[in-house]
């Protein structure tokens, strides 16, 4: 029975935490900083269990640091500590956090809203001009062919992705017993289908080039706002 229970629990755990990183109108910090981000509590605010302030789960405490998860356009989801000690996470005001960056909340604004789009744009395998190479290849996975070349103003390259197809040939040839006609396989070829090429500046996308095979739009190319570098 005690196995069990430790079971349950552990499953327990795995589902709260599936469902911590799942909502559509939330923007995770994995998904712009995989690296993770901390800020610094400089207001001891409240900490709720859930966006719309309910829920109180107690006081965060004053100097600490925290983890920051995800944030909407109005507070940020957060792991740390209690004014008592003990662990806590849940969401807080960005009026919290200390930071040398007087736009701190308008910059997270900016970037839930640029996130957003991204996300639709993964979701769909596309890419647009103003992504990042960490964006552009979690839409199209890893490019078929690169180069780079370093200037005195930083780095350039371009990344191609080729869908490829195997394309049969065949030639009609005479059976020389009966006269017959039929086909015969010649030989098989690897011909090019569609083609992304995409064209980076220090990291984000300046062009992208698309065949027509592959969307159907003649060449309209979309664009996302470049990322906001931030500092608090």
Do not use: C
């Not at 839930?112 to 552009?136: N, P």
């Not at 690897?190 to 739009?217: H, M, P, Y």
Request: glycine letters at 8%; charged letters at 25%; proline letters at 3%.
């Amino acid at each position: 029975m005690r196995l069990a229970g430790t079971l349950l629990l552990v499953l327990t755990g795995m589902i709260q935490a599936s469902l911590l990183d799942s909502d559509p109108k939330v923007v995770y910090t994995t998904e712009f900083a995989p690296e993770g981000m901390e800020l610094k509590v400089s207001k001891a605010m409240m900490v709720f269990g859930t966006k719309d302030a309910k829920q109180k789960r107690g006081r965060l405490k004053l100097g600490s640091k925290v983890e920051l998860v995800g944030f909407d356009e109005r507070a940020f989801q957060v792991r740390g500590t209690r004014s008592n000690g003990e662990g806590v996470s849940g969401w807080v005001s960005p009026k919290a956090f200390a930071s040398e960056n007087p736009n701190l909340v308008d910059d997270f604004k900016q970037i839930y809203r640029r996130q957003l789009i991204v996300r639709d744009l993964i979701a769909h395998k596309e890419v647009a001009v103003g992504m990042t190479e960490h964006e552009v290849a979690q839409s199209l996975g890893e490019p078929t062919k690169t180069n780079a070349r370093l200037t005195a103003n930083g780095s350039t390259g371009t990344w191609e992705f080729i869908v490829y197809e195997t394309v049969k040939h065949y030639a009609n040839v005479r059976d020389p017993y009966t006269g017959g006609i039929y086909r015969q396989l010649v030989n098989t070829t690897k011909e090019e289908k569609s083609k992304v090429a995409v064209e980076f500046e220090n990291g984000i996308a300046t062009a992208v080039e698309e065949s027509e095979d592959r969307t159907g739009r003649k060449g309209r190319v979309r664009s996302v706002a470049y990322p906001i570098l931030l500092t608090w």
